[in-house]
């Protein structure tokens, strides 16, 4: 049992260059997250999905697209890296769509854009 | 909106001595859930407690114990008698609800223990 895996651990990128992360789960949850983190910032929420064939925005969306591509997965994707997006992301996935339940992290990716 | 404050950026102690990190929250729902994690320097976001809001009973599991007073919108964490694994930073988040209906978690800014030999 894994857990959540996020992949690639590390990446630098130039300015203007796409990526996805990727994140997969398999606890069975519902709800998966995609947040950053940043210097003193603590954590903040980029988009979410609280159900298979579902995505919404958080905090910060801009500059990032997701899909939820089936229950298991959830990729976030850089079209056009800026300096603004070096940070440390971090996927969660939860329990049951709609409902407060506990959040669980994978070991996040640390991304630097030049 | 909801809000977490976290007020302590960071905490320096002594092994063996005991802790206490601060986490302050609003919010306008009536059915809300707090929680604790914590970052120790490998990175990962560790799951410590989830509480809600009808229970106010404090909560002890091992040397870690938390304090969840409605009145004055409160979380606090205790950890007694620190040791070195204890470094790390600490996050609180309280539950928020979307505009899609749906629920989140908000995070404070965390709190960064150093707990030395």
């Known amino acids: 049992n894994a857990g959540v895996t996020q992949t690639p651990k590390f990446q630098v990128l130039k300015t203007g260059q796409s990526m996805t992360l990727q994140c997969a789960q398999d606890?069975?949850?519902?709800?998966m997250y995609w947040y950053r983190q940043d210097p003193g910032m603590g954590l903040r929420l980029i988009y979410y999905?609280?159900?298979?064939?579902?995505?919404d925005k958080g905090e910060v969306p801009n500059g990032y697209n997701v899909s939820r591509l089936n229950k298991r997965e959830f990729s976030l994707r850089l079209e056009s890296a800026a300096p603004s997006q070096t940070s440390v992301y971090f996927c969660?996935?939860?329990?049951?769509?709609?409902?407060?339940?506990?959040?669980?992290f994978g070991p996040g990716t640390r991304l630097t854009v030049l | 909106a909801q809000k977490v404050t976290q007020a302590q950026t960071e905490i320096s102690v002594v092994e063996k001595e005991d802790v206490t990190l601060d986490c302050v929250y609003e919010?306008?729902?009536?059915?809300?859930?707090l929680f604790w994690y914590k970052q120790p320097p490998s990175g990962e976001l560790v799951f410590l407690i989830r509480?809600?809001?009808?229970?106010?009973q404090n909560e002890i599991s091992g040397r870690y114990s938390w304090n969840f007073q409605k009145s004055t919108s409160s979380f606090n964490f205790t950890i007694t008698a620190s040791q070195v694994v204890d470094s790390a930073v600490y996050f609180c988040?309280?539950?928020?609800?979307?505009?899609?209906?749906?629920?989140?978690?908000?995070f404070g800014k965390g709190t960064m223990l150093l707990v030395s030999p």
């Open positions: 509480r809600n809001s009808f229970d106010e």
């Open positions: 988040a309280l539950s928020a609800v979307m505009n899609s209906g749906y629920s989140t978690l908000t």
């Open positions: 969660a996935s939860g329990g049951v769509a709609g409902e407060t339940d506990t959040q669980y």
């Open positions: 999905s609280a159900s298979e064939g579902t995505t």
């Open positions: 919010t306008r729902d009536t059915t809300y859930y």
């Open positions: 606890m069975n949850h519902n709800s």
